[in-house]
């Protein structure tokens, strides 16, 4: 058996030390050391992309990546996209557009949706399916994800705006 050797991965903003065989997927140190869930496994072989976490801002299949790679990286899973009394944009689209069925694909569309949008924030309904081609959803027809996407691409544009506003307000006086 190959030695264990020692990682740190910021997750979801928390600096997080494991001892790792080198040949372990990220995936898995994400849902059986660390417990996030979230981030699901539908084939291991990098056709589903239920298993999108983003690396550096950046939207990888964590079955696709050994978390020695990941060392001294930024790691968001879906579990630090959010939480209920704060949804993401991204996912209140989901929510809003019925964007999911039974959920599995969900995390998964939602990292990629996330990198597809800081890369092109306002992508056609084209480029949005072809953003999501390699994450597949068994349930929904893709349909109500390409409206979600939307949705999320409109409201993180309104949110910069309101961010510009704000900033260019004139100081109250002391
Ligand atoms: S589990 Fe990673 S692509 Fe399917
Ligand atoms: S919602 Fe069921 S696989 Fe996508």
């Given at each position: ?41 539908g084939c291991d072989t990098s056709q589903c992309g239920a ?10 299949k964590?079955c696709t ?69 390699g994450v597949i ?38």
């Amino acid at each position: 058996m190959s030695e264990k050797q020692q990682v740190t991965l910021m997750v979801n903003g928390t600096q997080r030390s494991l001892e790792v065989e080198p040949r372990q997927l990220l995936v898995h140190a994400l849902r059986d050391q660390l417990g996030l869930t979230g981030t699901h496994v539908g084939c291991d072989t990098s056709q589903c992309g239920a298993c999108t976490v983003l690396v550096s801002g950046e939207a990888v299949k964590s079955c696709t990546m050994l978390t020695v790679q990941a060392d001294d990286c930024k790691v968001t899973t879906v579990e630090g996209l959010g939480d209920m009394a704060h949804l993401h944009p991204v996912q209140e689209g989901f929510w809003e557009k019925h964007g999911l069925q039974c959920g599995f694909c969900t995390p998964g569309v939602m990292m990629t949706t996330v990198g597809l949008l800081k890369h092109n924030p306002n992508p056609s309904e084209e480029e949005i399916r072809e953003g999501l081609e390699g994450v597949i959803c068994r349930c929904t027809g893709y349909q109500n994800i390409v409206k979600a996407v939307q949705y999320a691409s409109k409201k993180l544009g309104e949110q910069e705006s309101e961010v510009e506003i704000a900033s260019a307000a004139p100081r109250a006086k002391a």
